[in-house]
């Protein structure tokens, strides 16, 4: 059975959000005084054809790791669906 691994990708606290800023900075210019920060990043869904739930874990973890986040400068989160 598949799964589907919905991954978020974000920049480390510590790392300037350019495009971030720019978004704070326009969302506060069309009048929505009360944002107080805006953080981008990346949102990735595959589907991992596995029978184990562990498997597709790690499965994710590592595309993750290895692909599609930059480990110096993000961080990643995914949550795993079973697809019926």
Do not use: C
């Not at 589907?4 to 978004?23: E, N």
């Not at 009360?34 to 991992?48: D, F, L, P």
């Not at 993000?74 to 079973?82: G, M, T, V």
Request: proline letters at 2%; charged letters at 25%.
């Amino acid at each position: 059975m598949p799964y589907t691994a919905k991954i978020k990708v974000t920049l480390r606290q510590s790392i300037l959000d350019v495009q971030g800023k720019a978004v704070e900075h326009a969302l506060k210019n069309l009048g929505y005084g009360t944002v107080e920060s805006a953080r981008i990043g990346k949102y990735i869904e595959v589907t991992i054809n596995e029978a184990d739930s562990l498997q597709a874990e790690r499965i994710a973890n590592e595309i993750s790791q290895k692909l599609l986040s930059n480990p110096v400068m993000e961080n990643y989160s995914f949550e795993l669906e079973h697809v019926k």
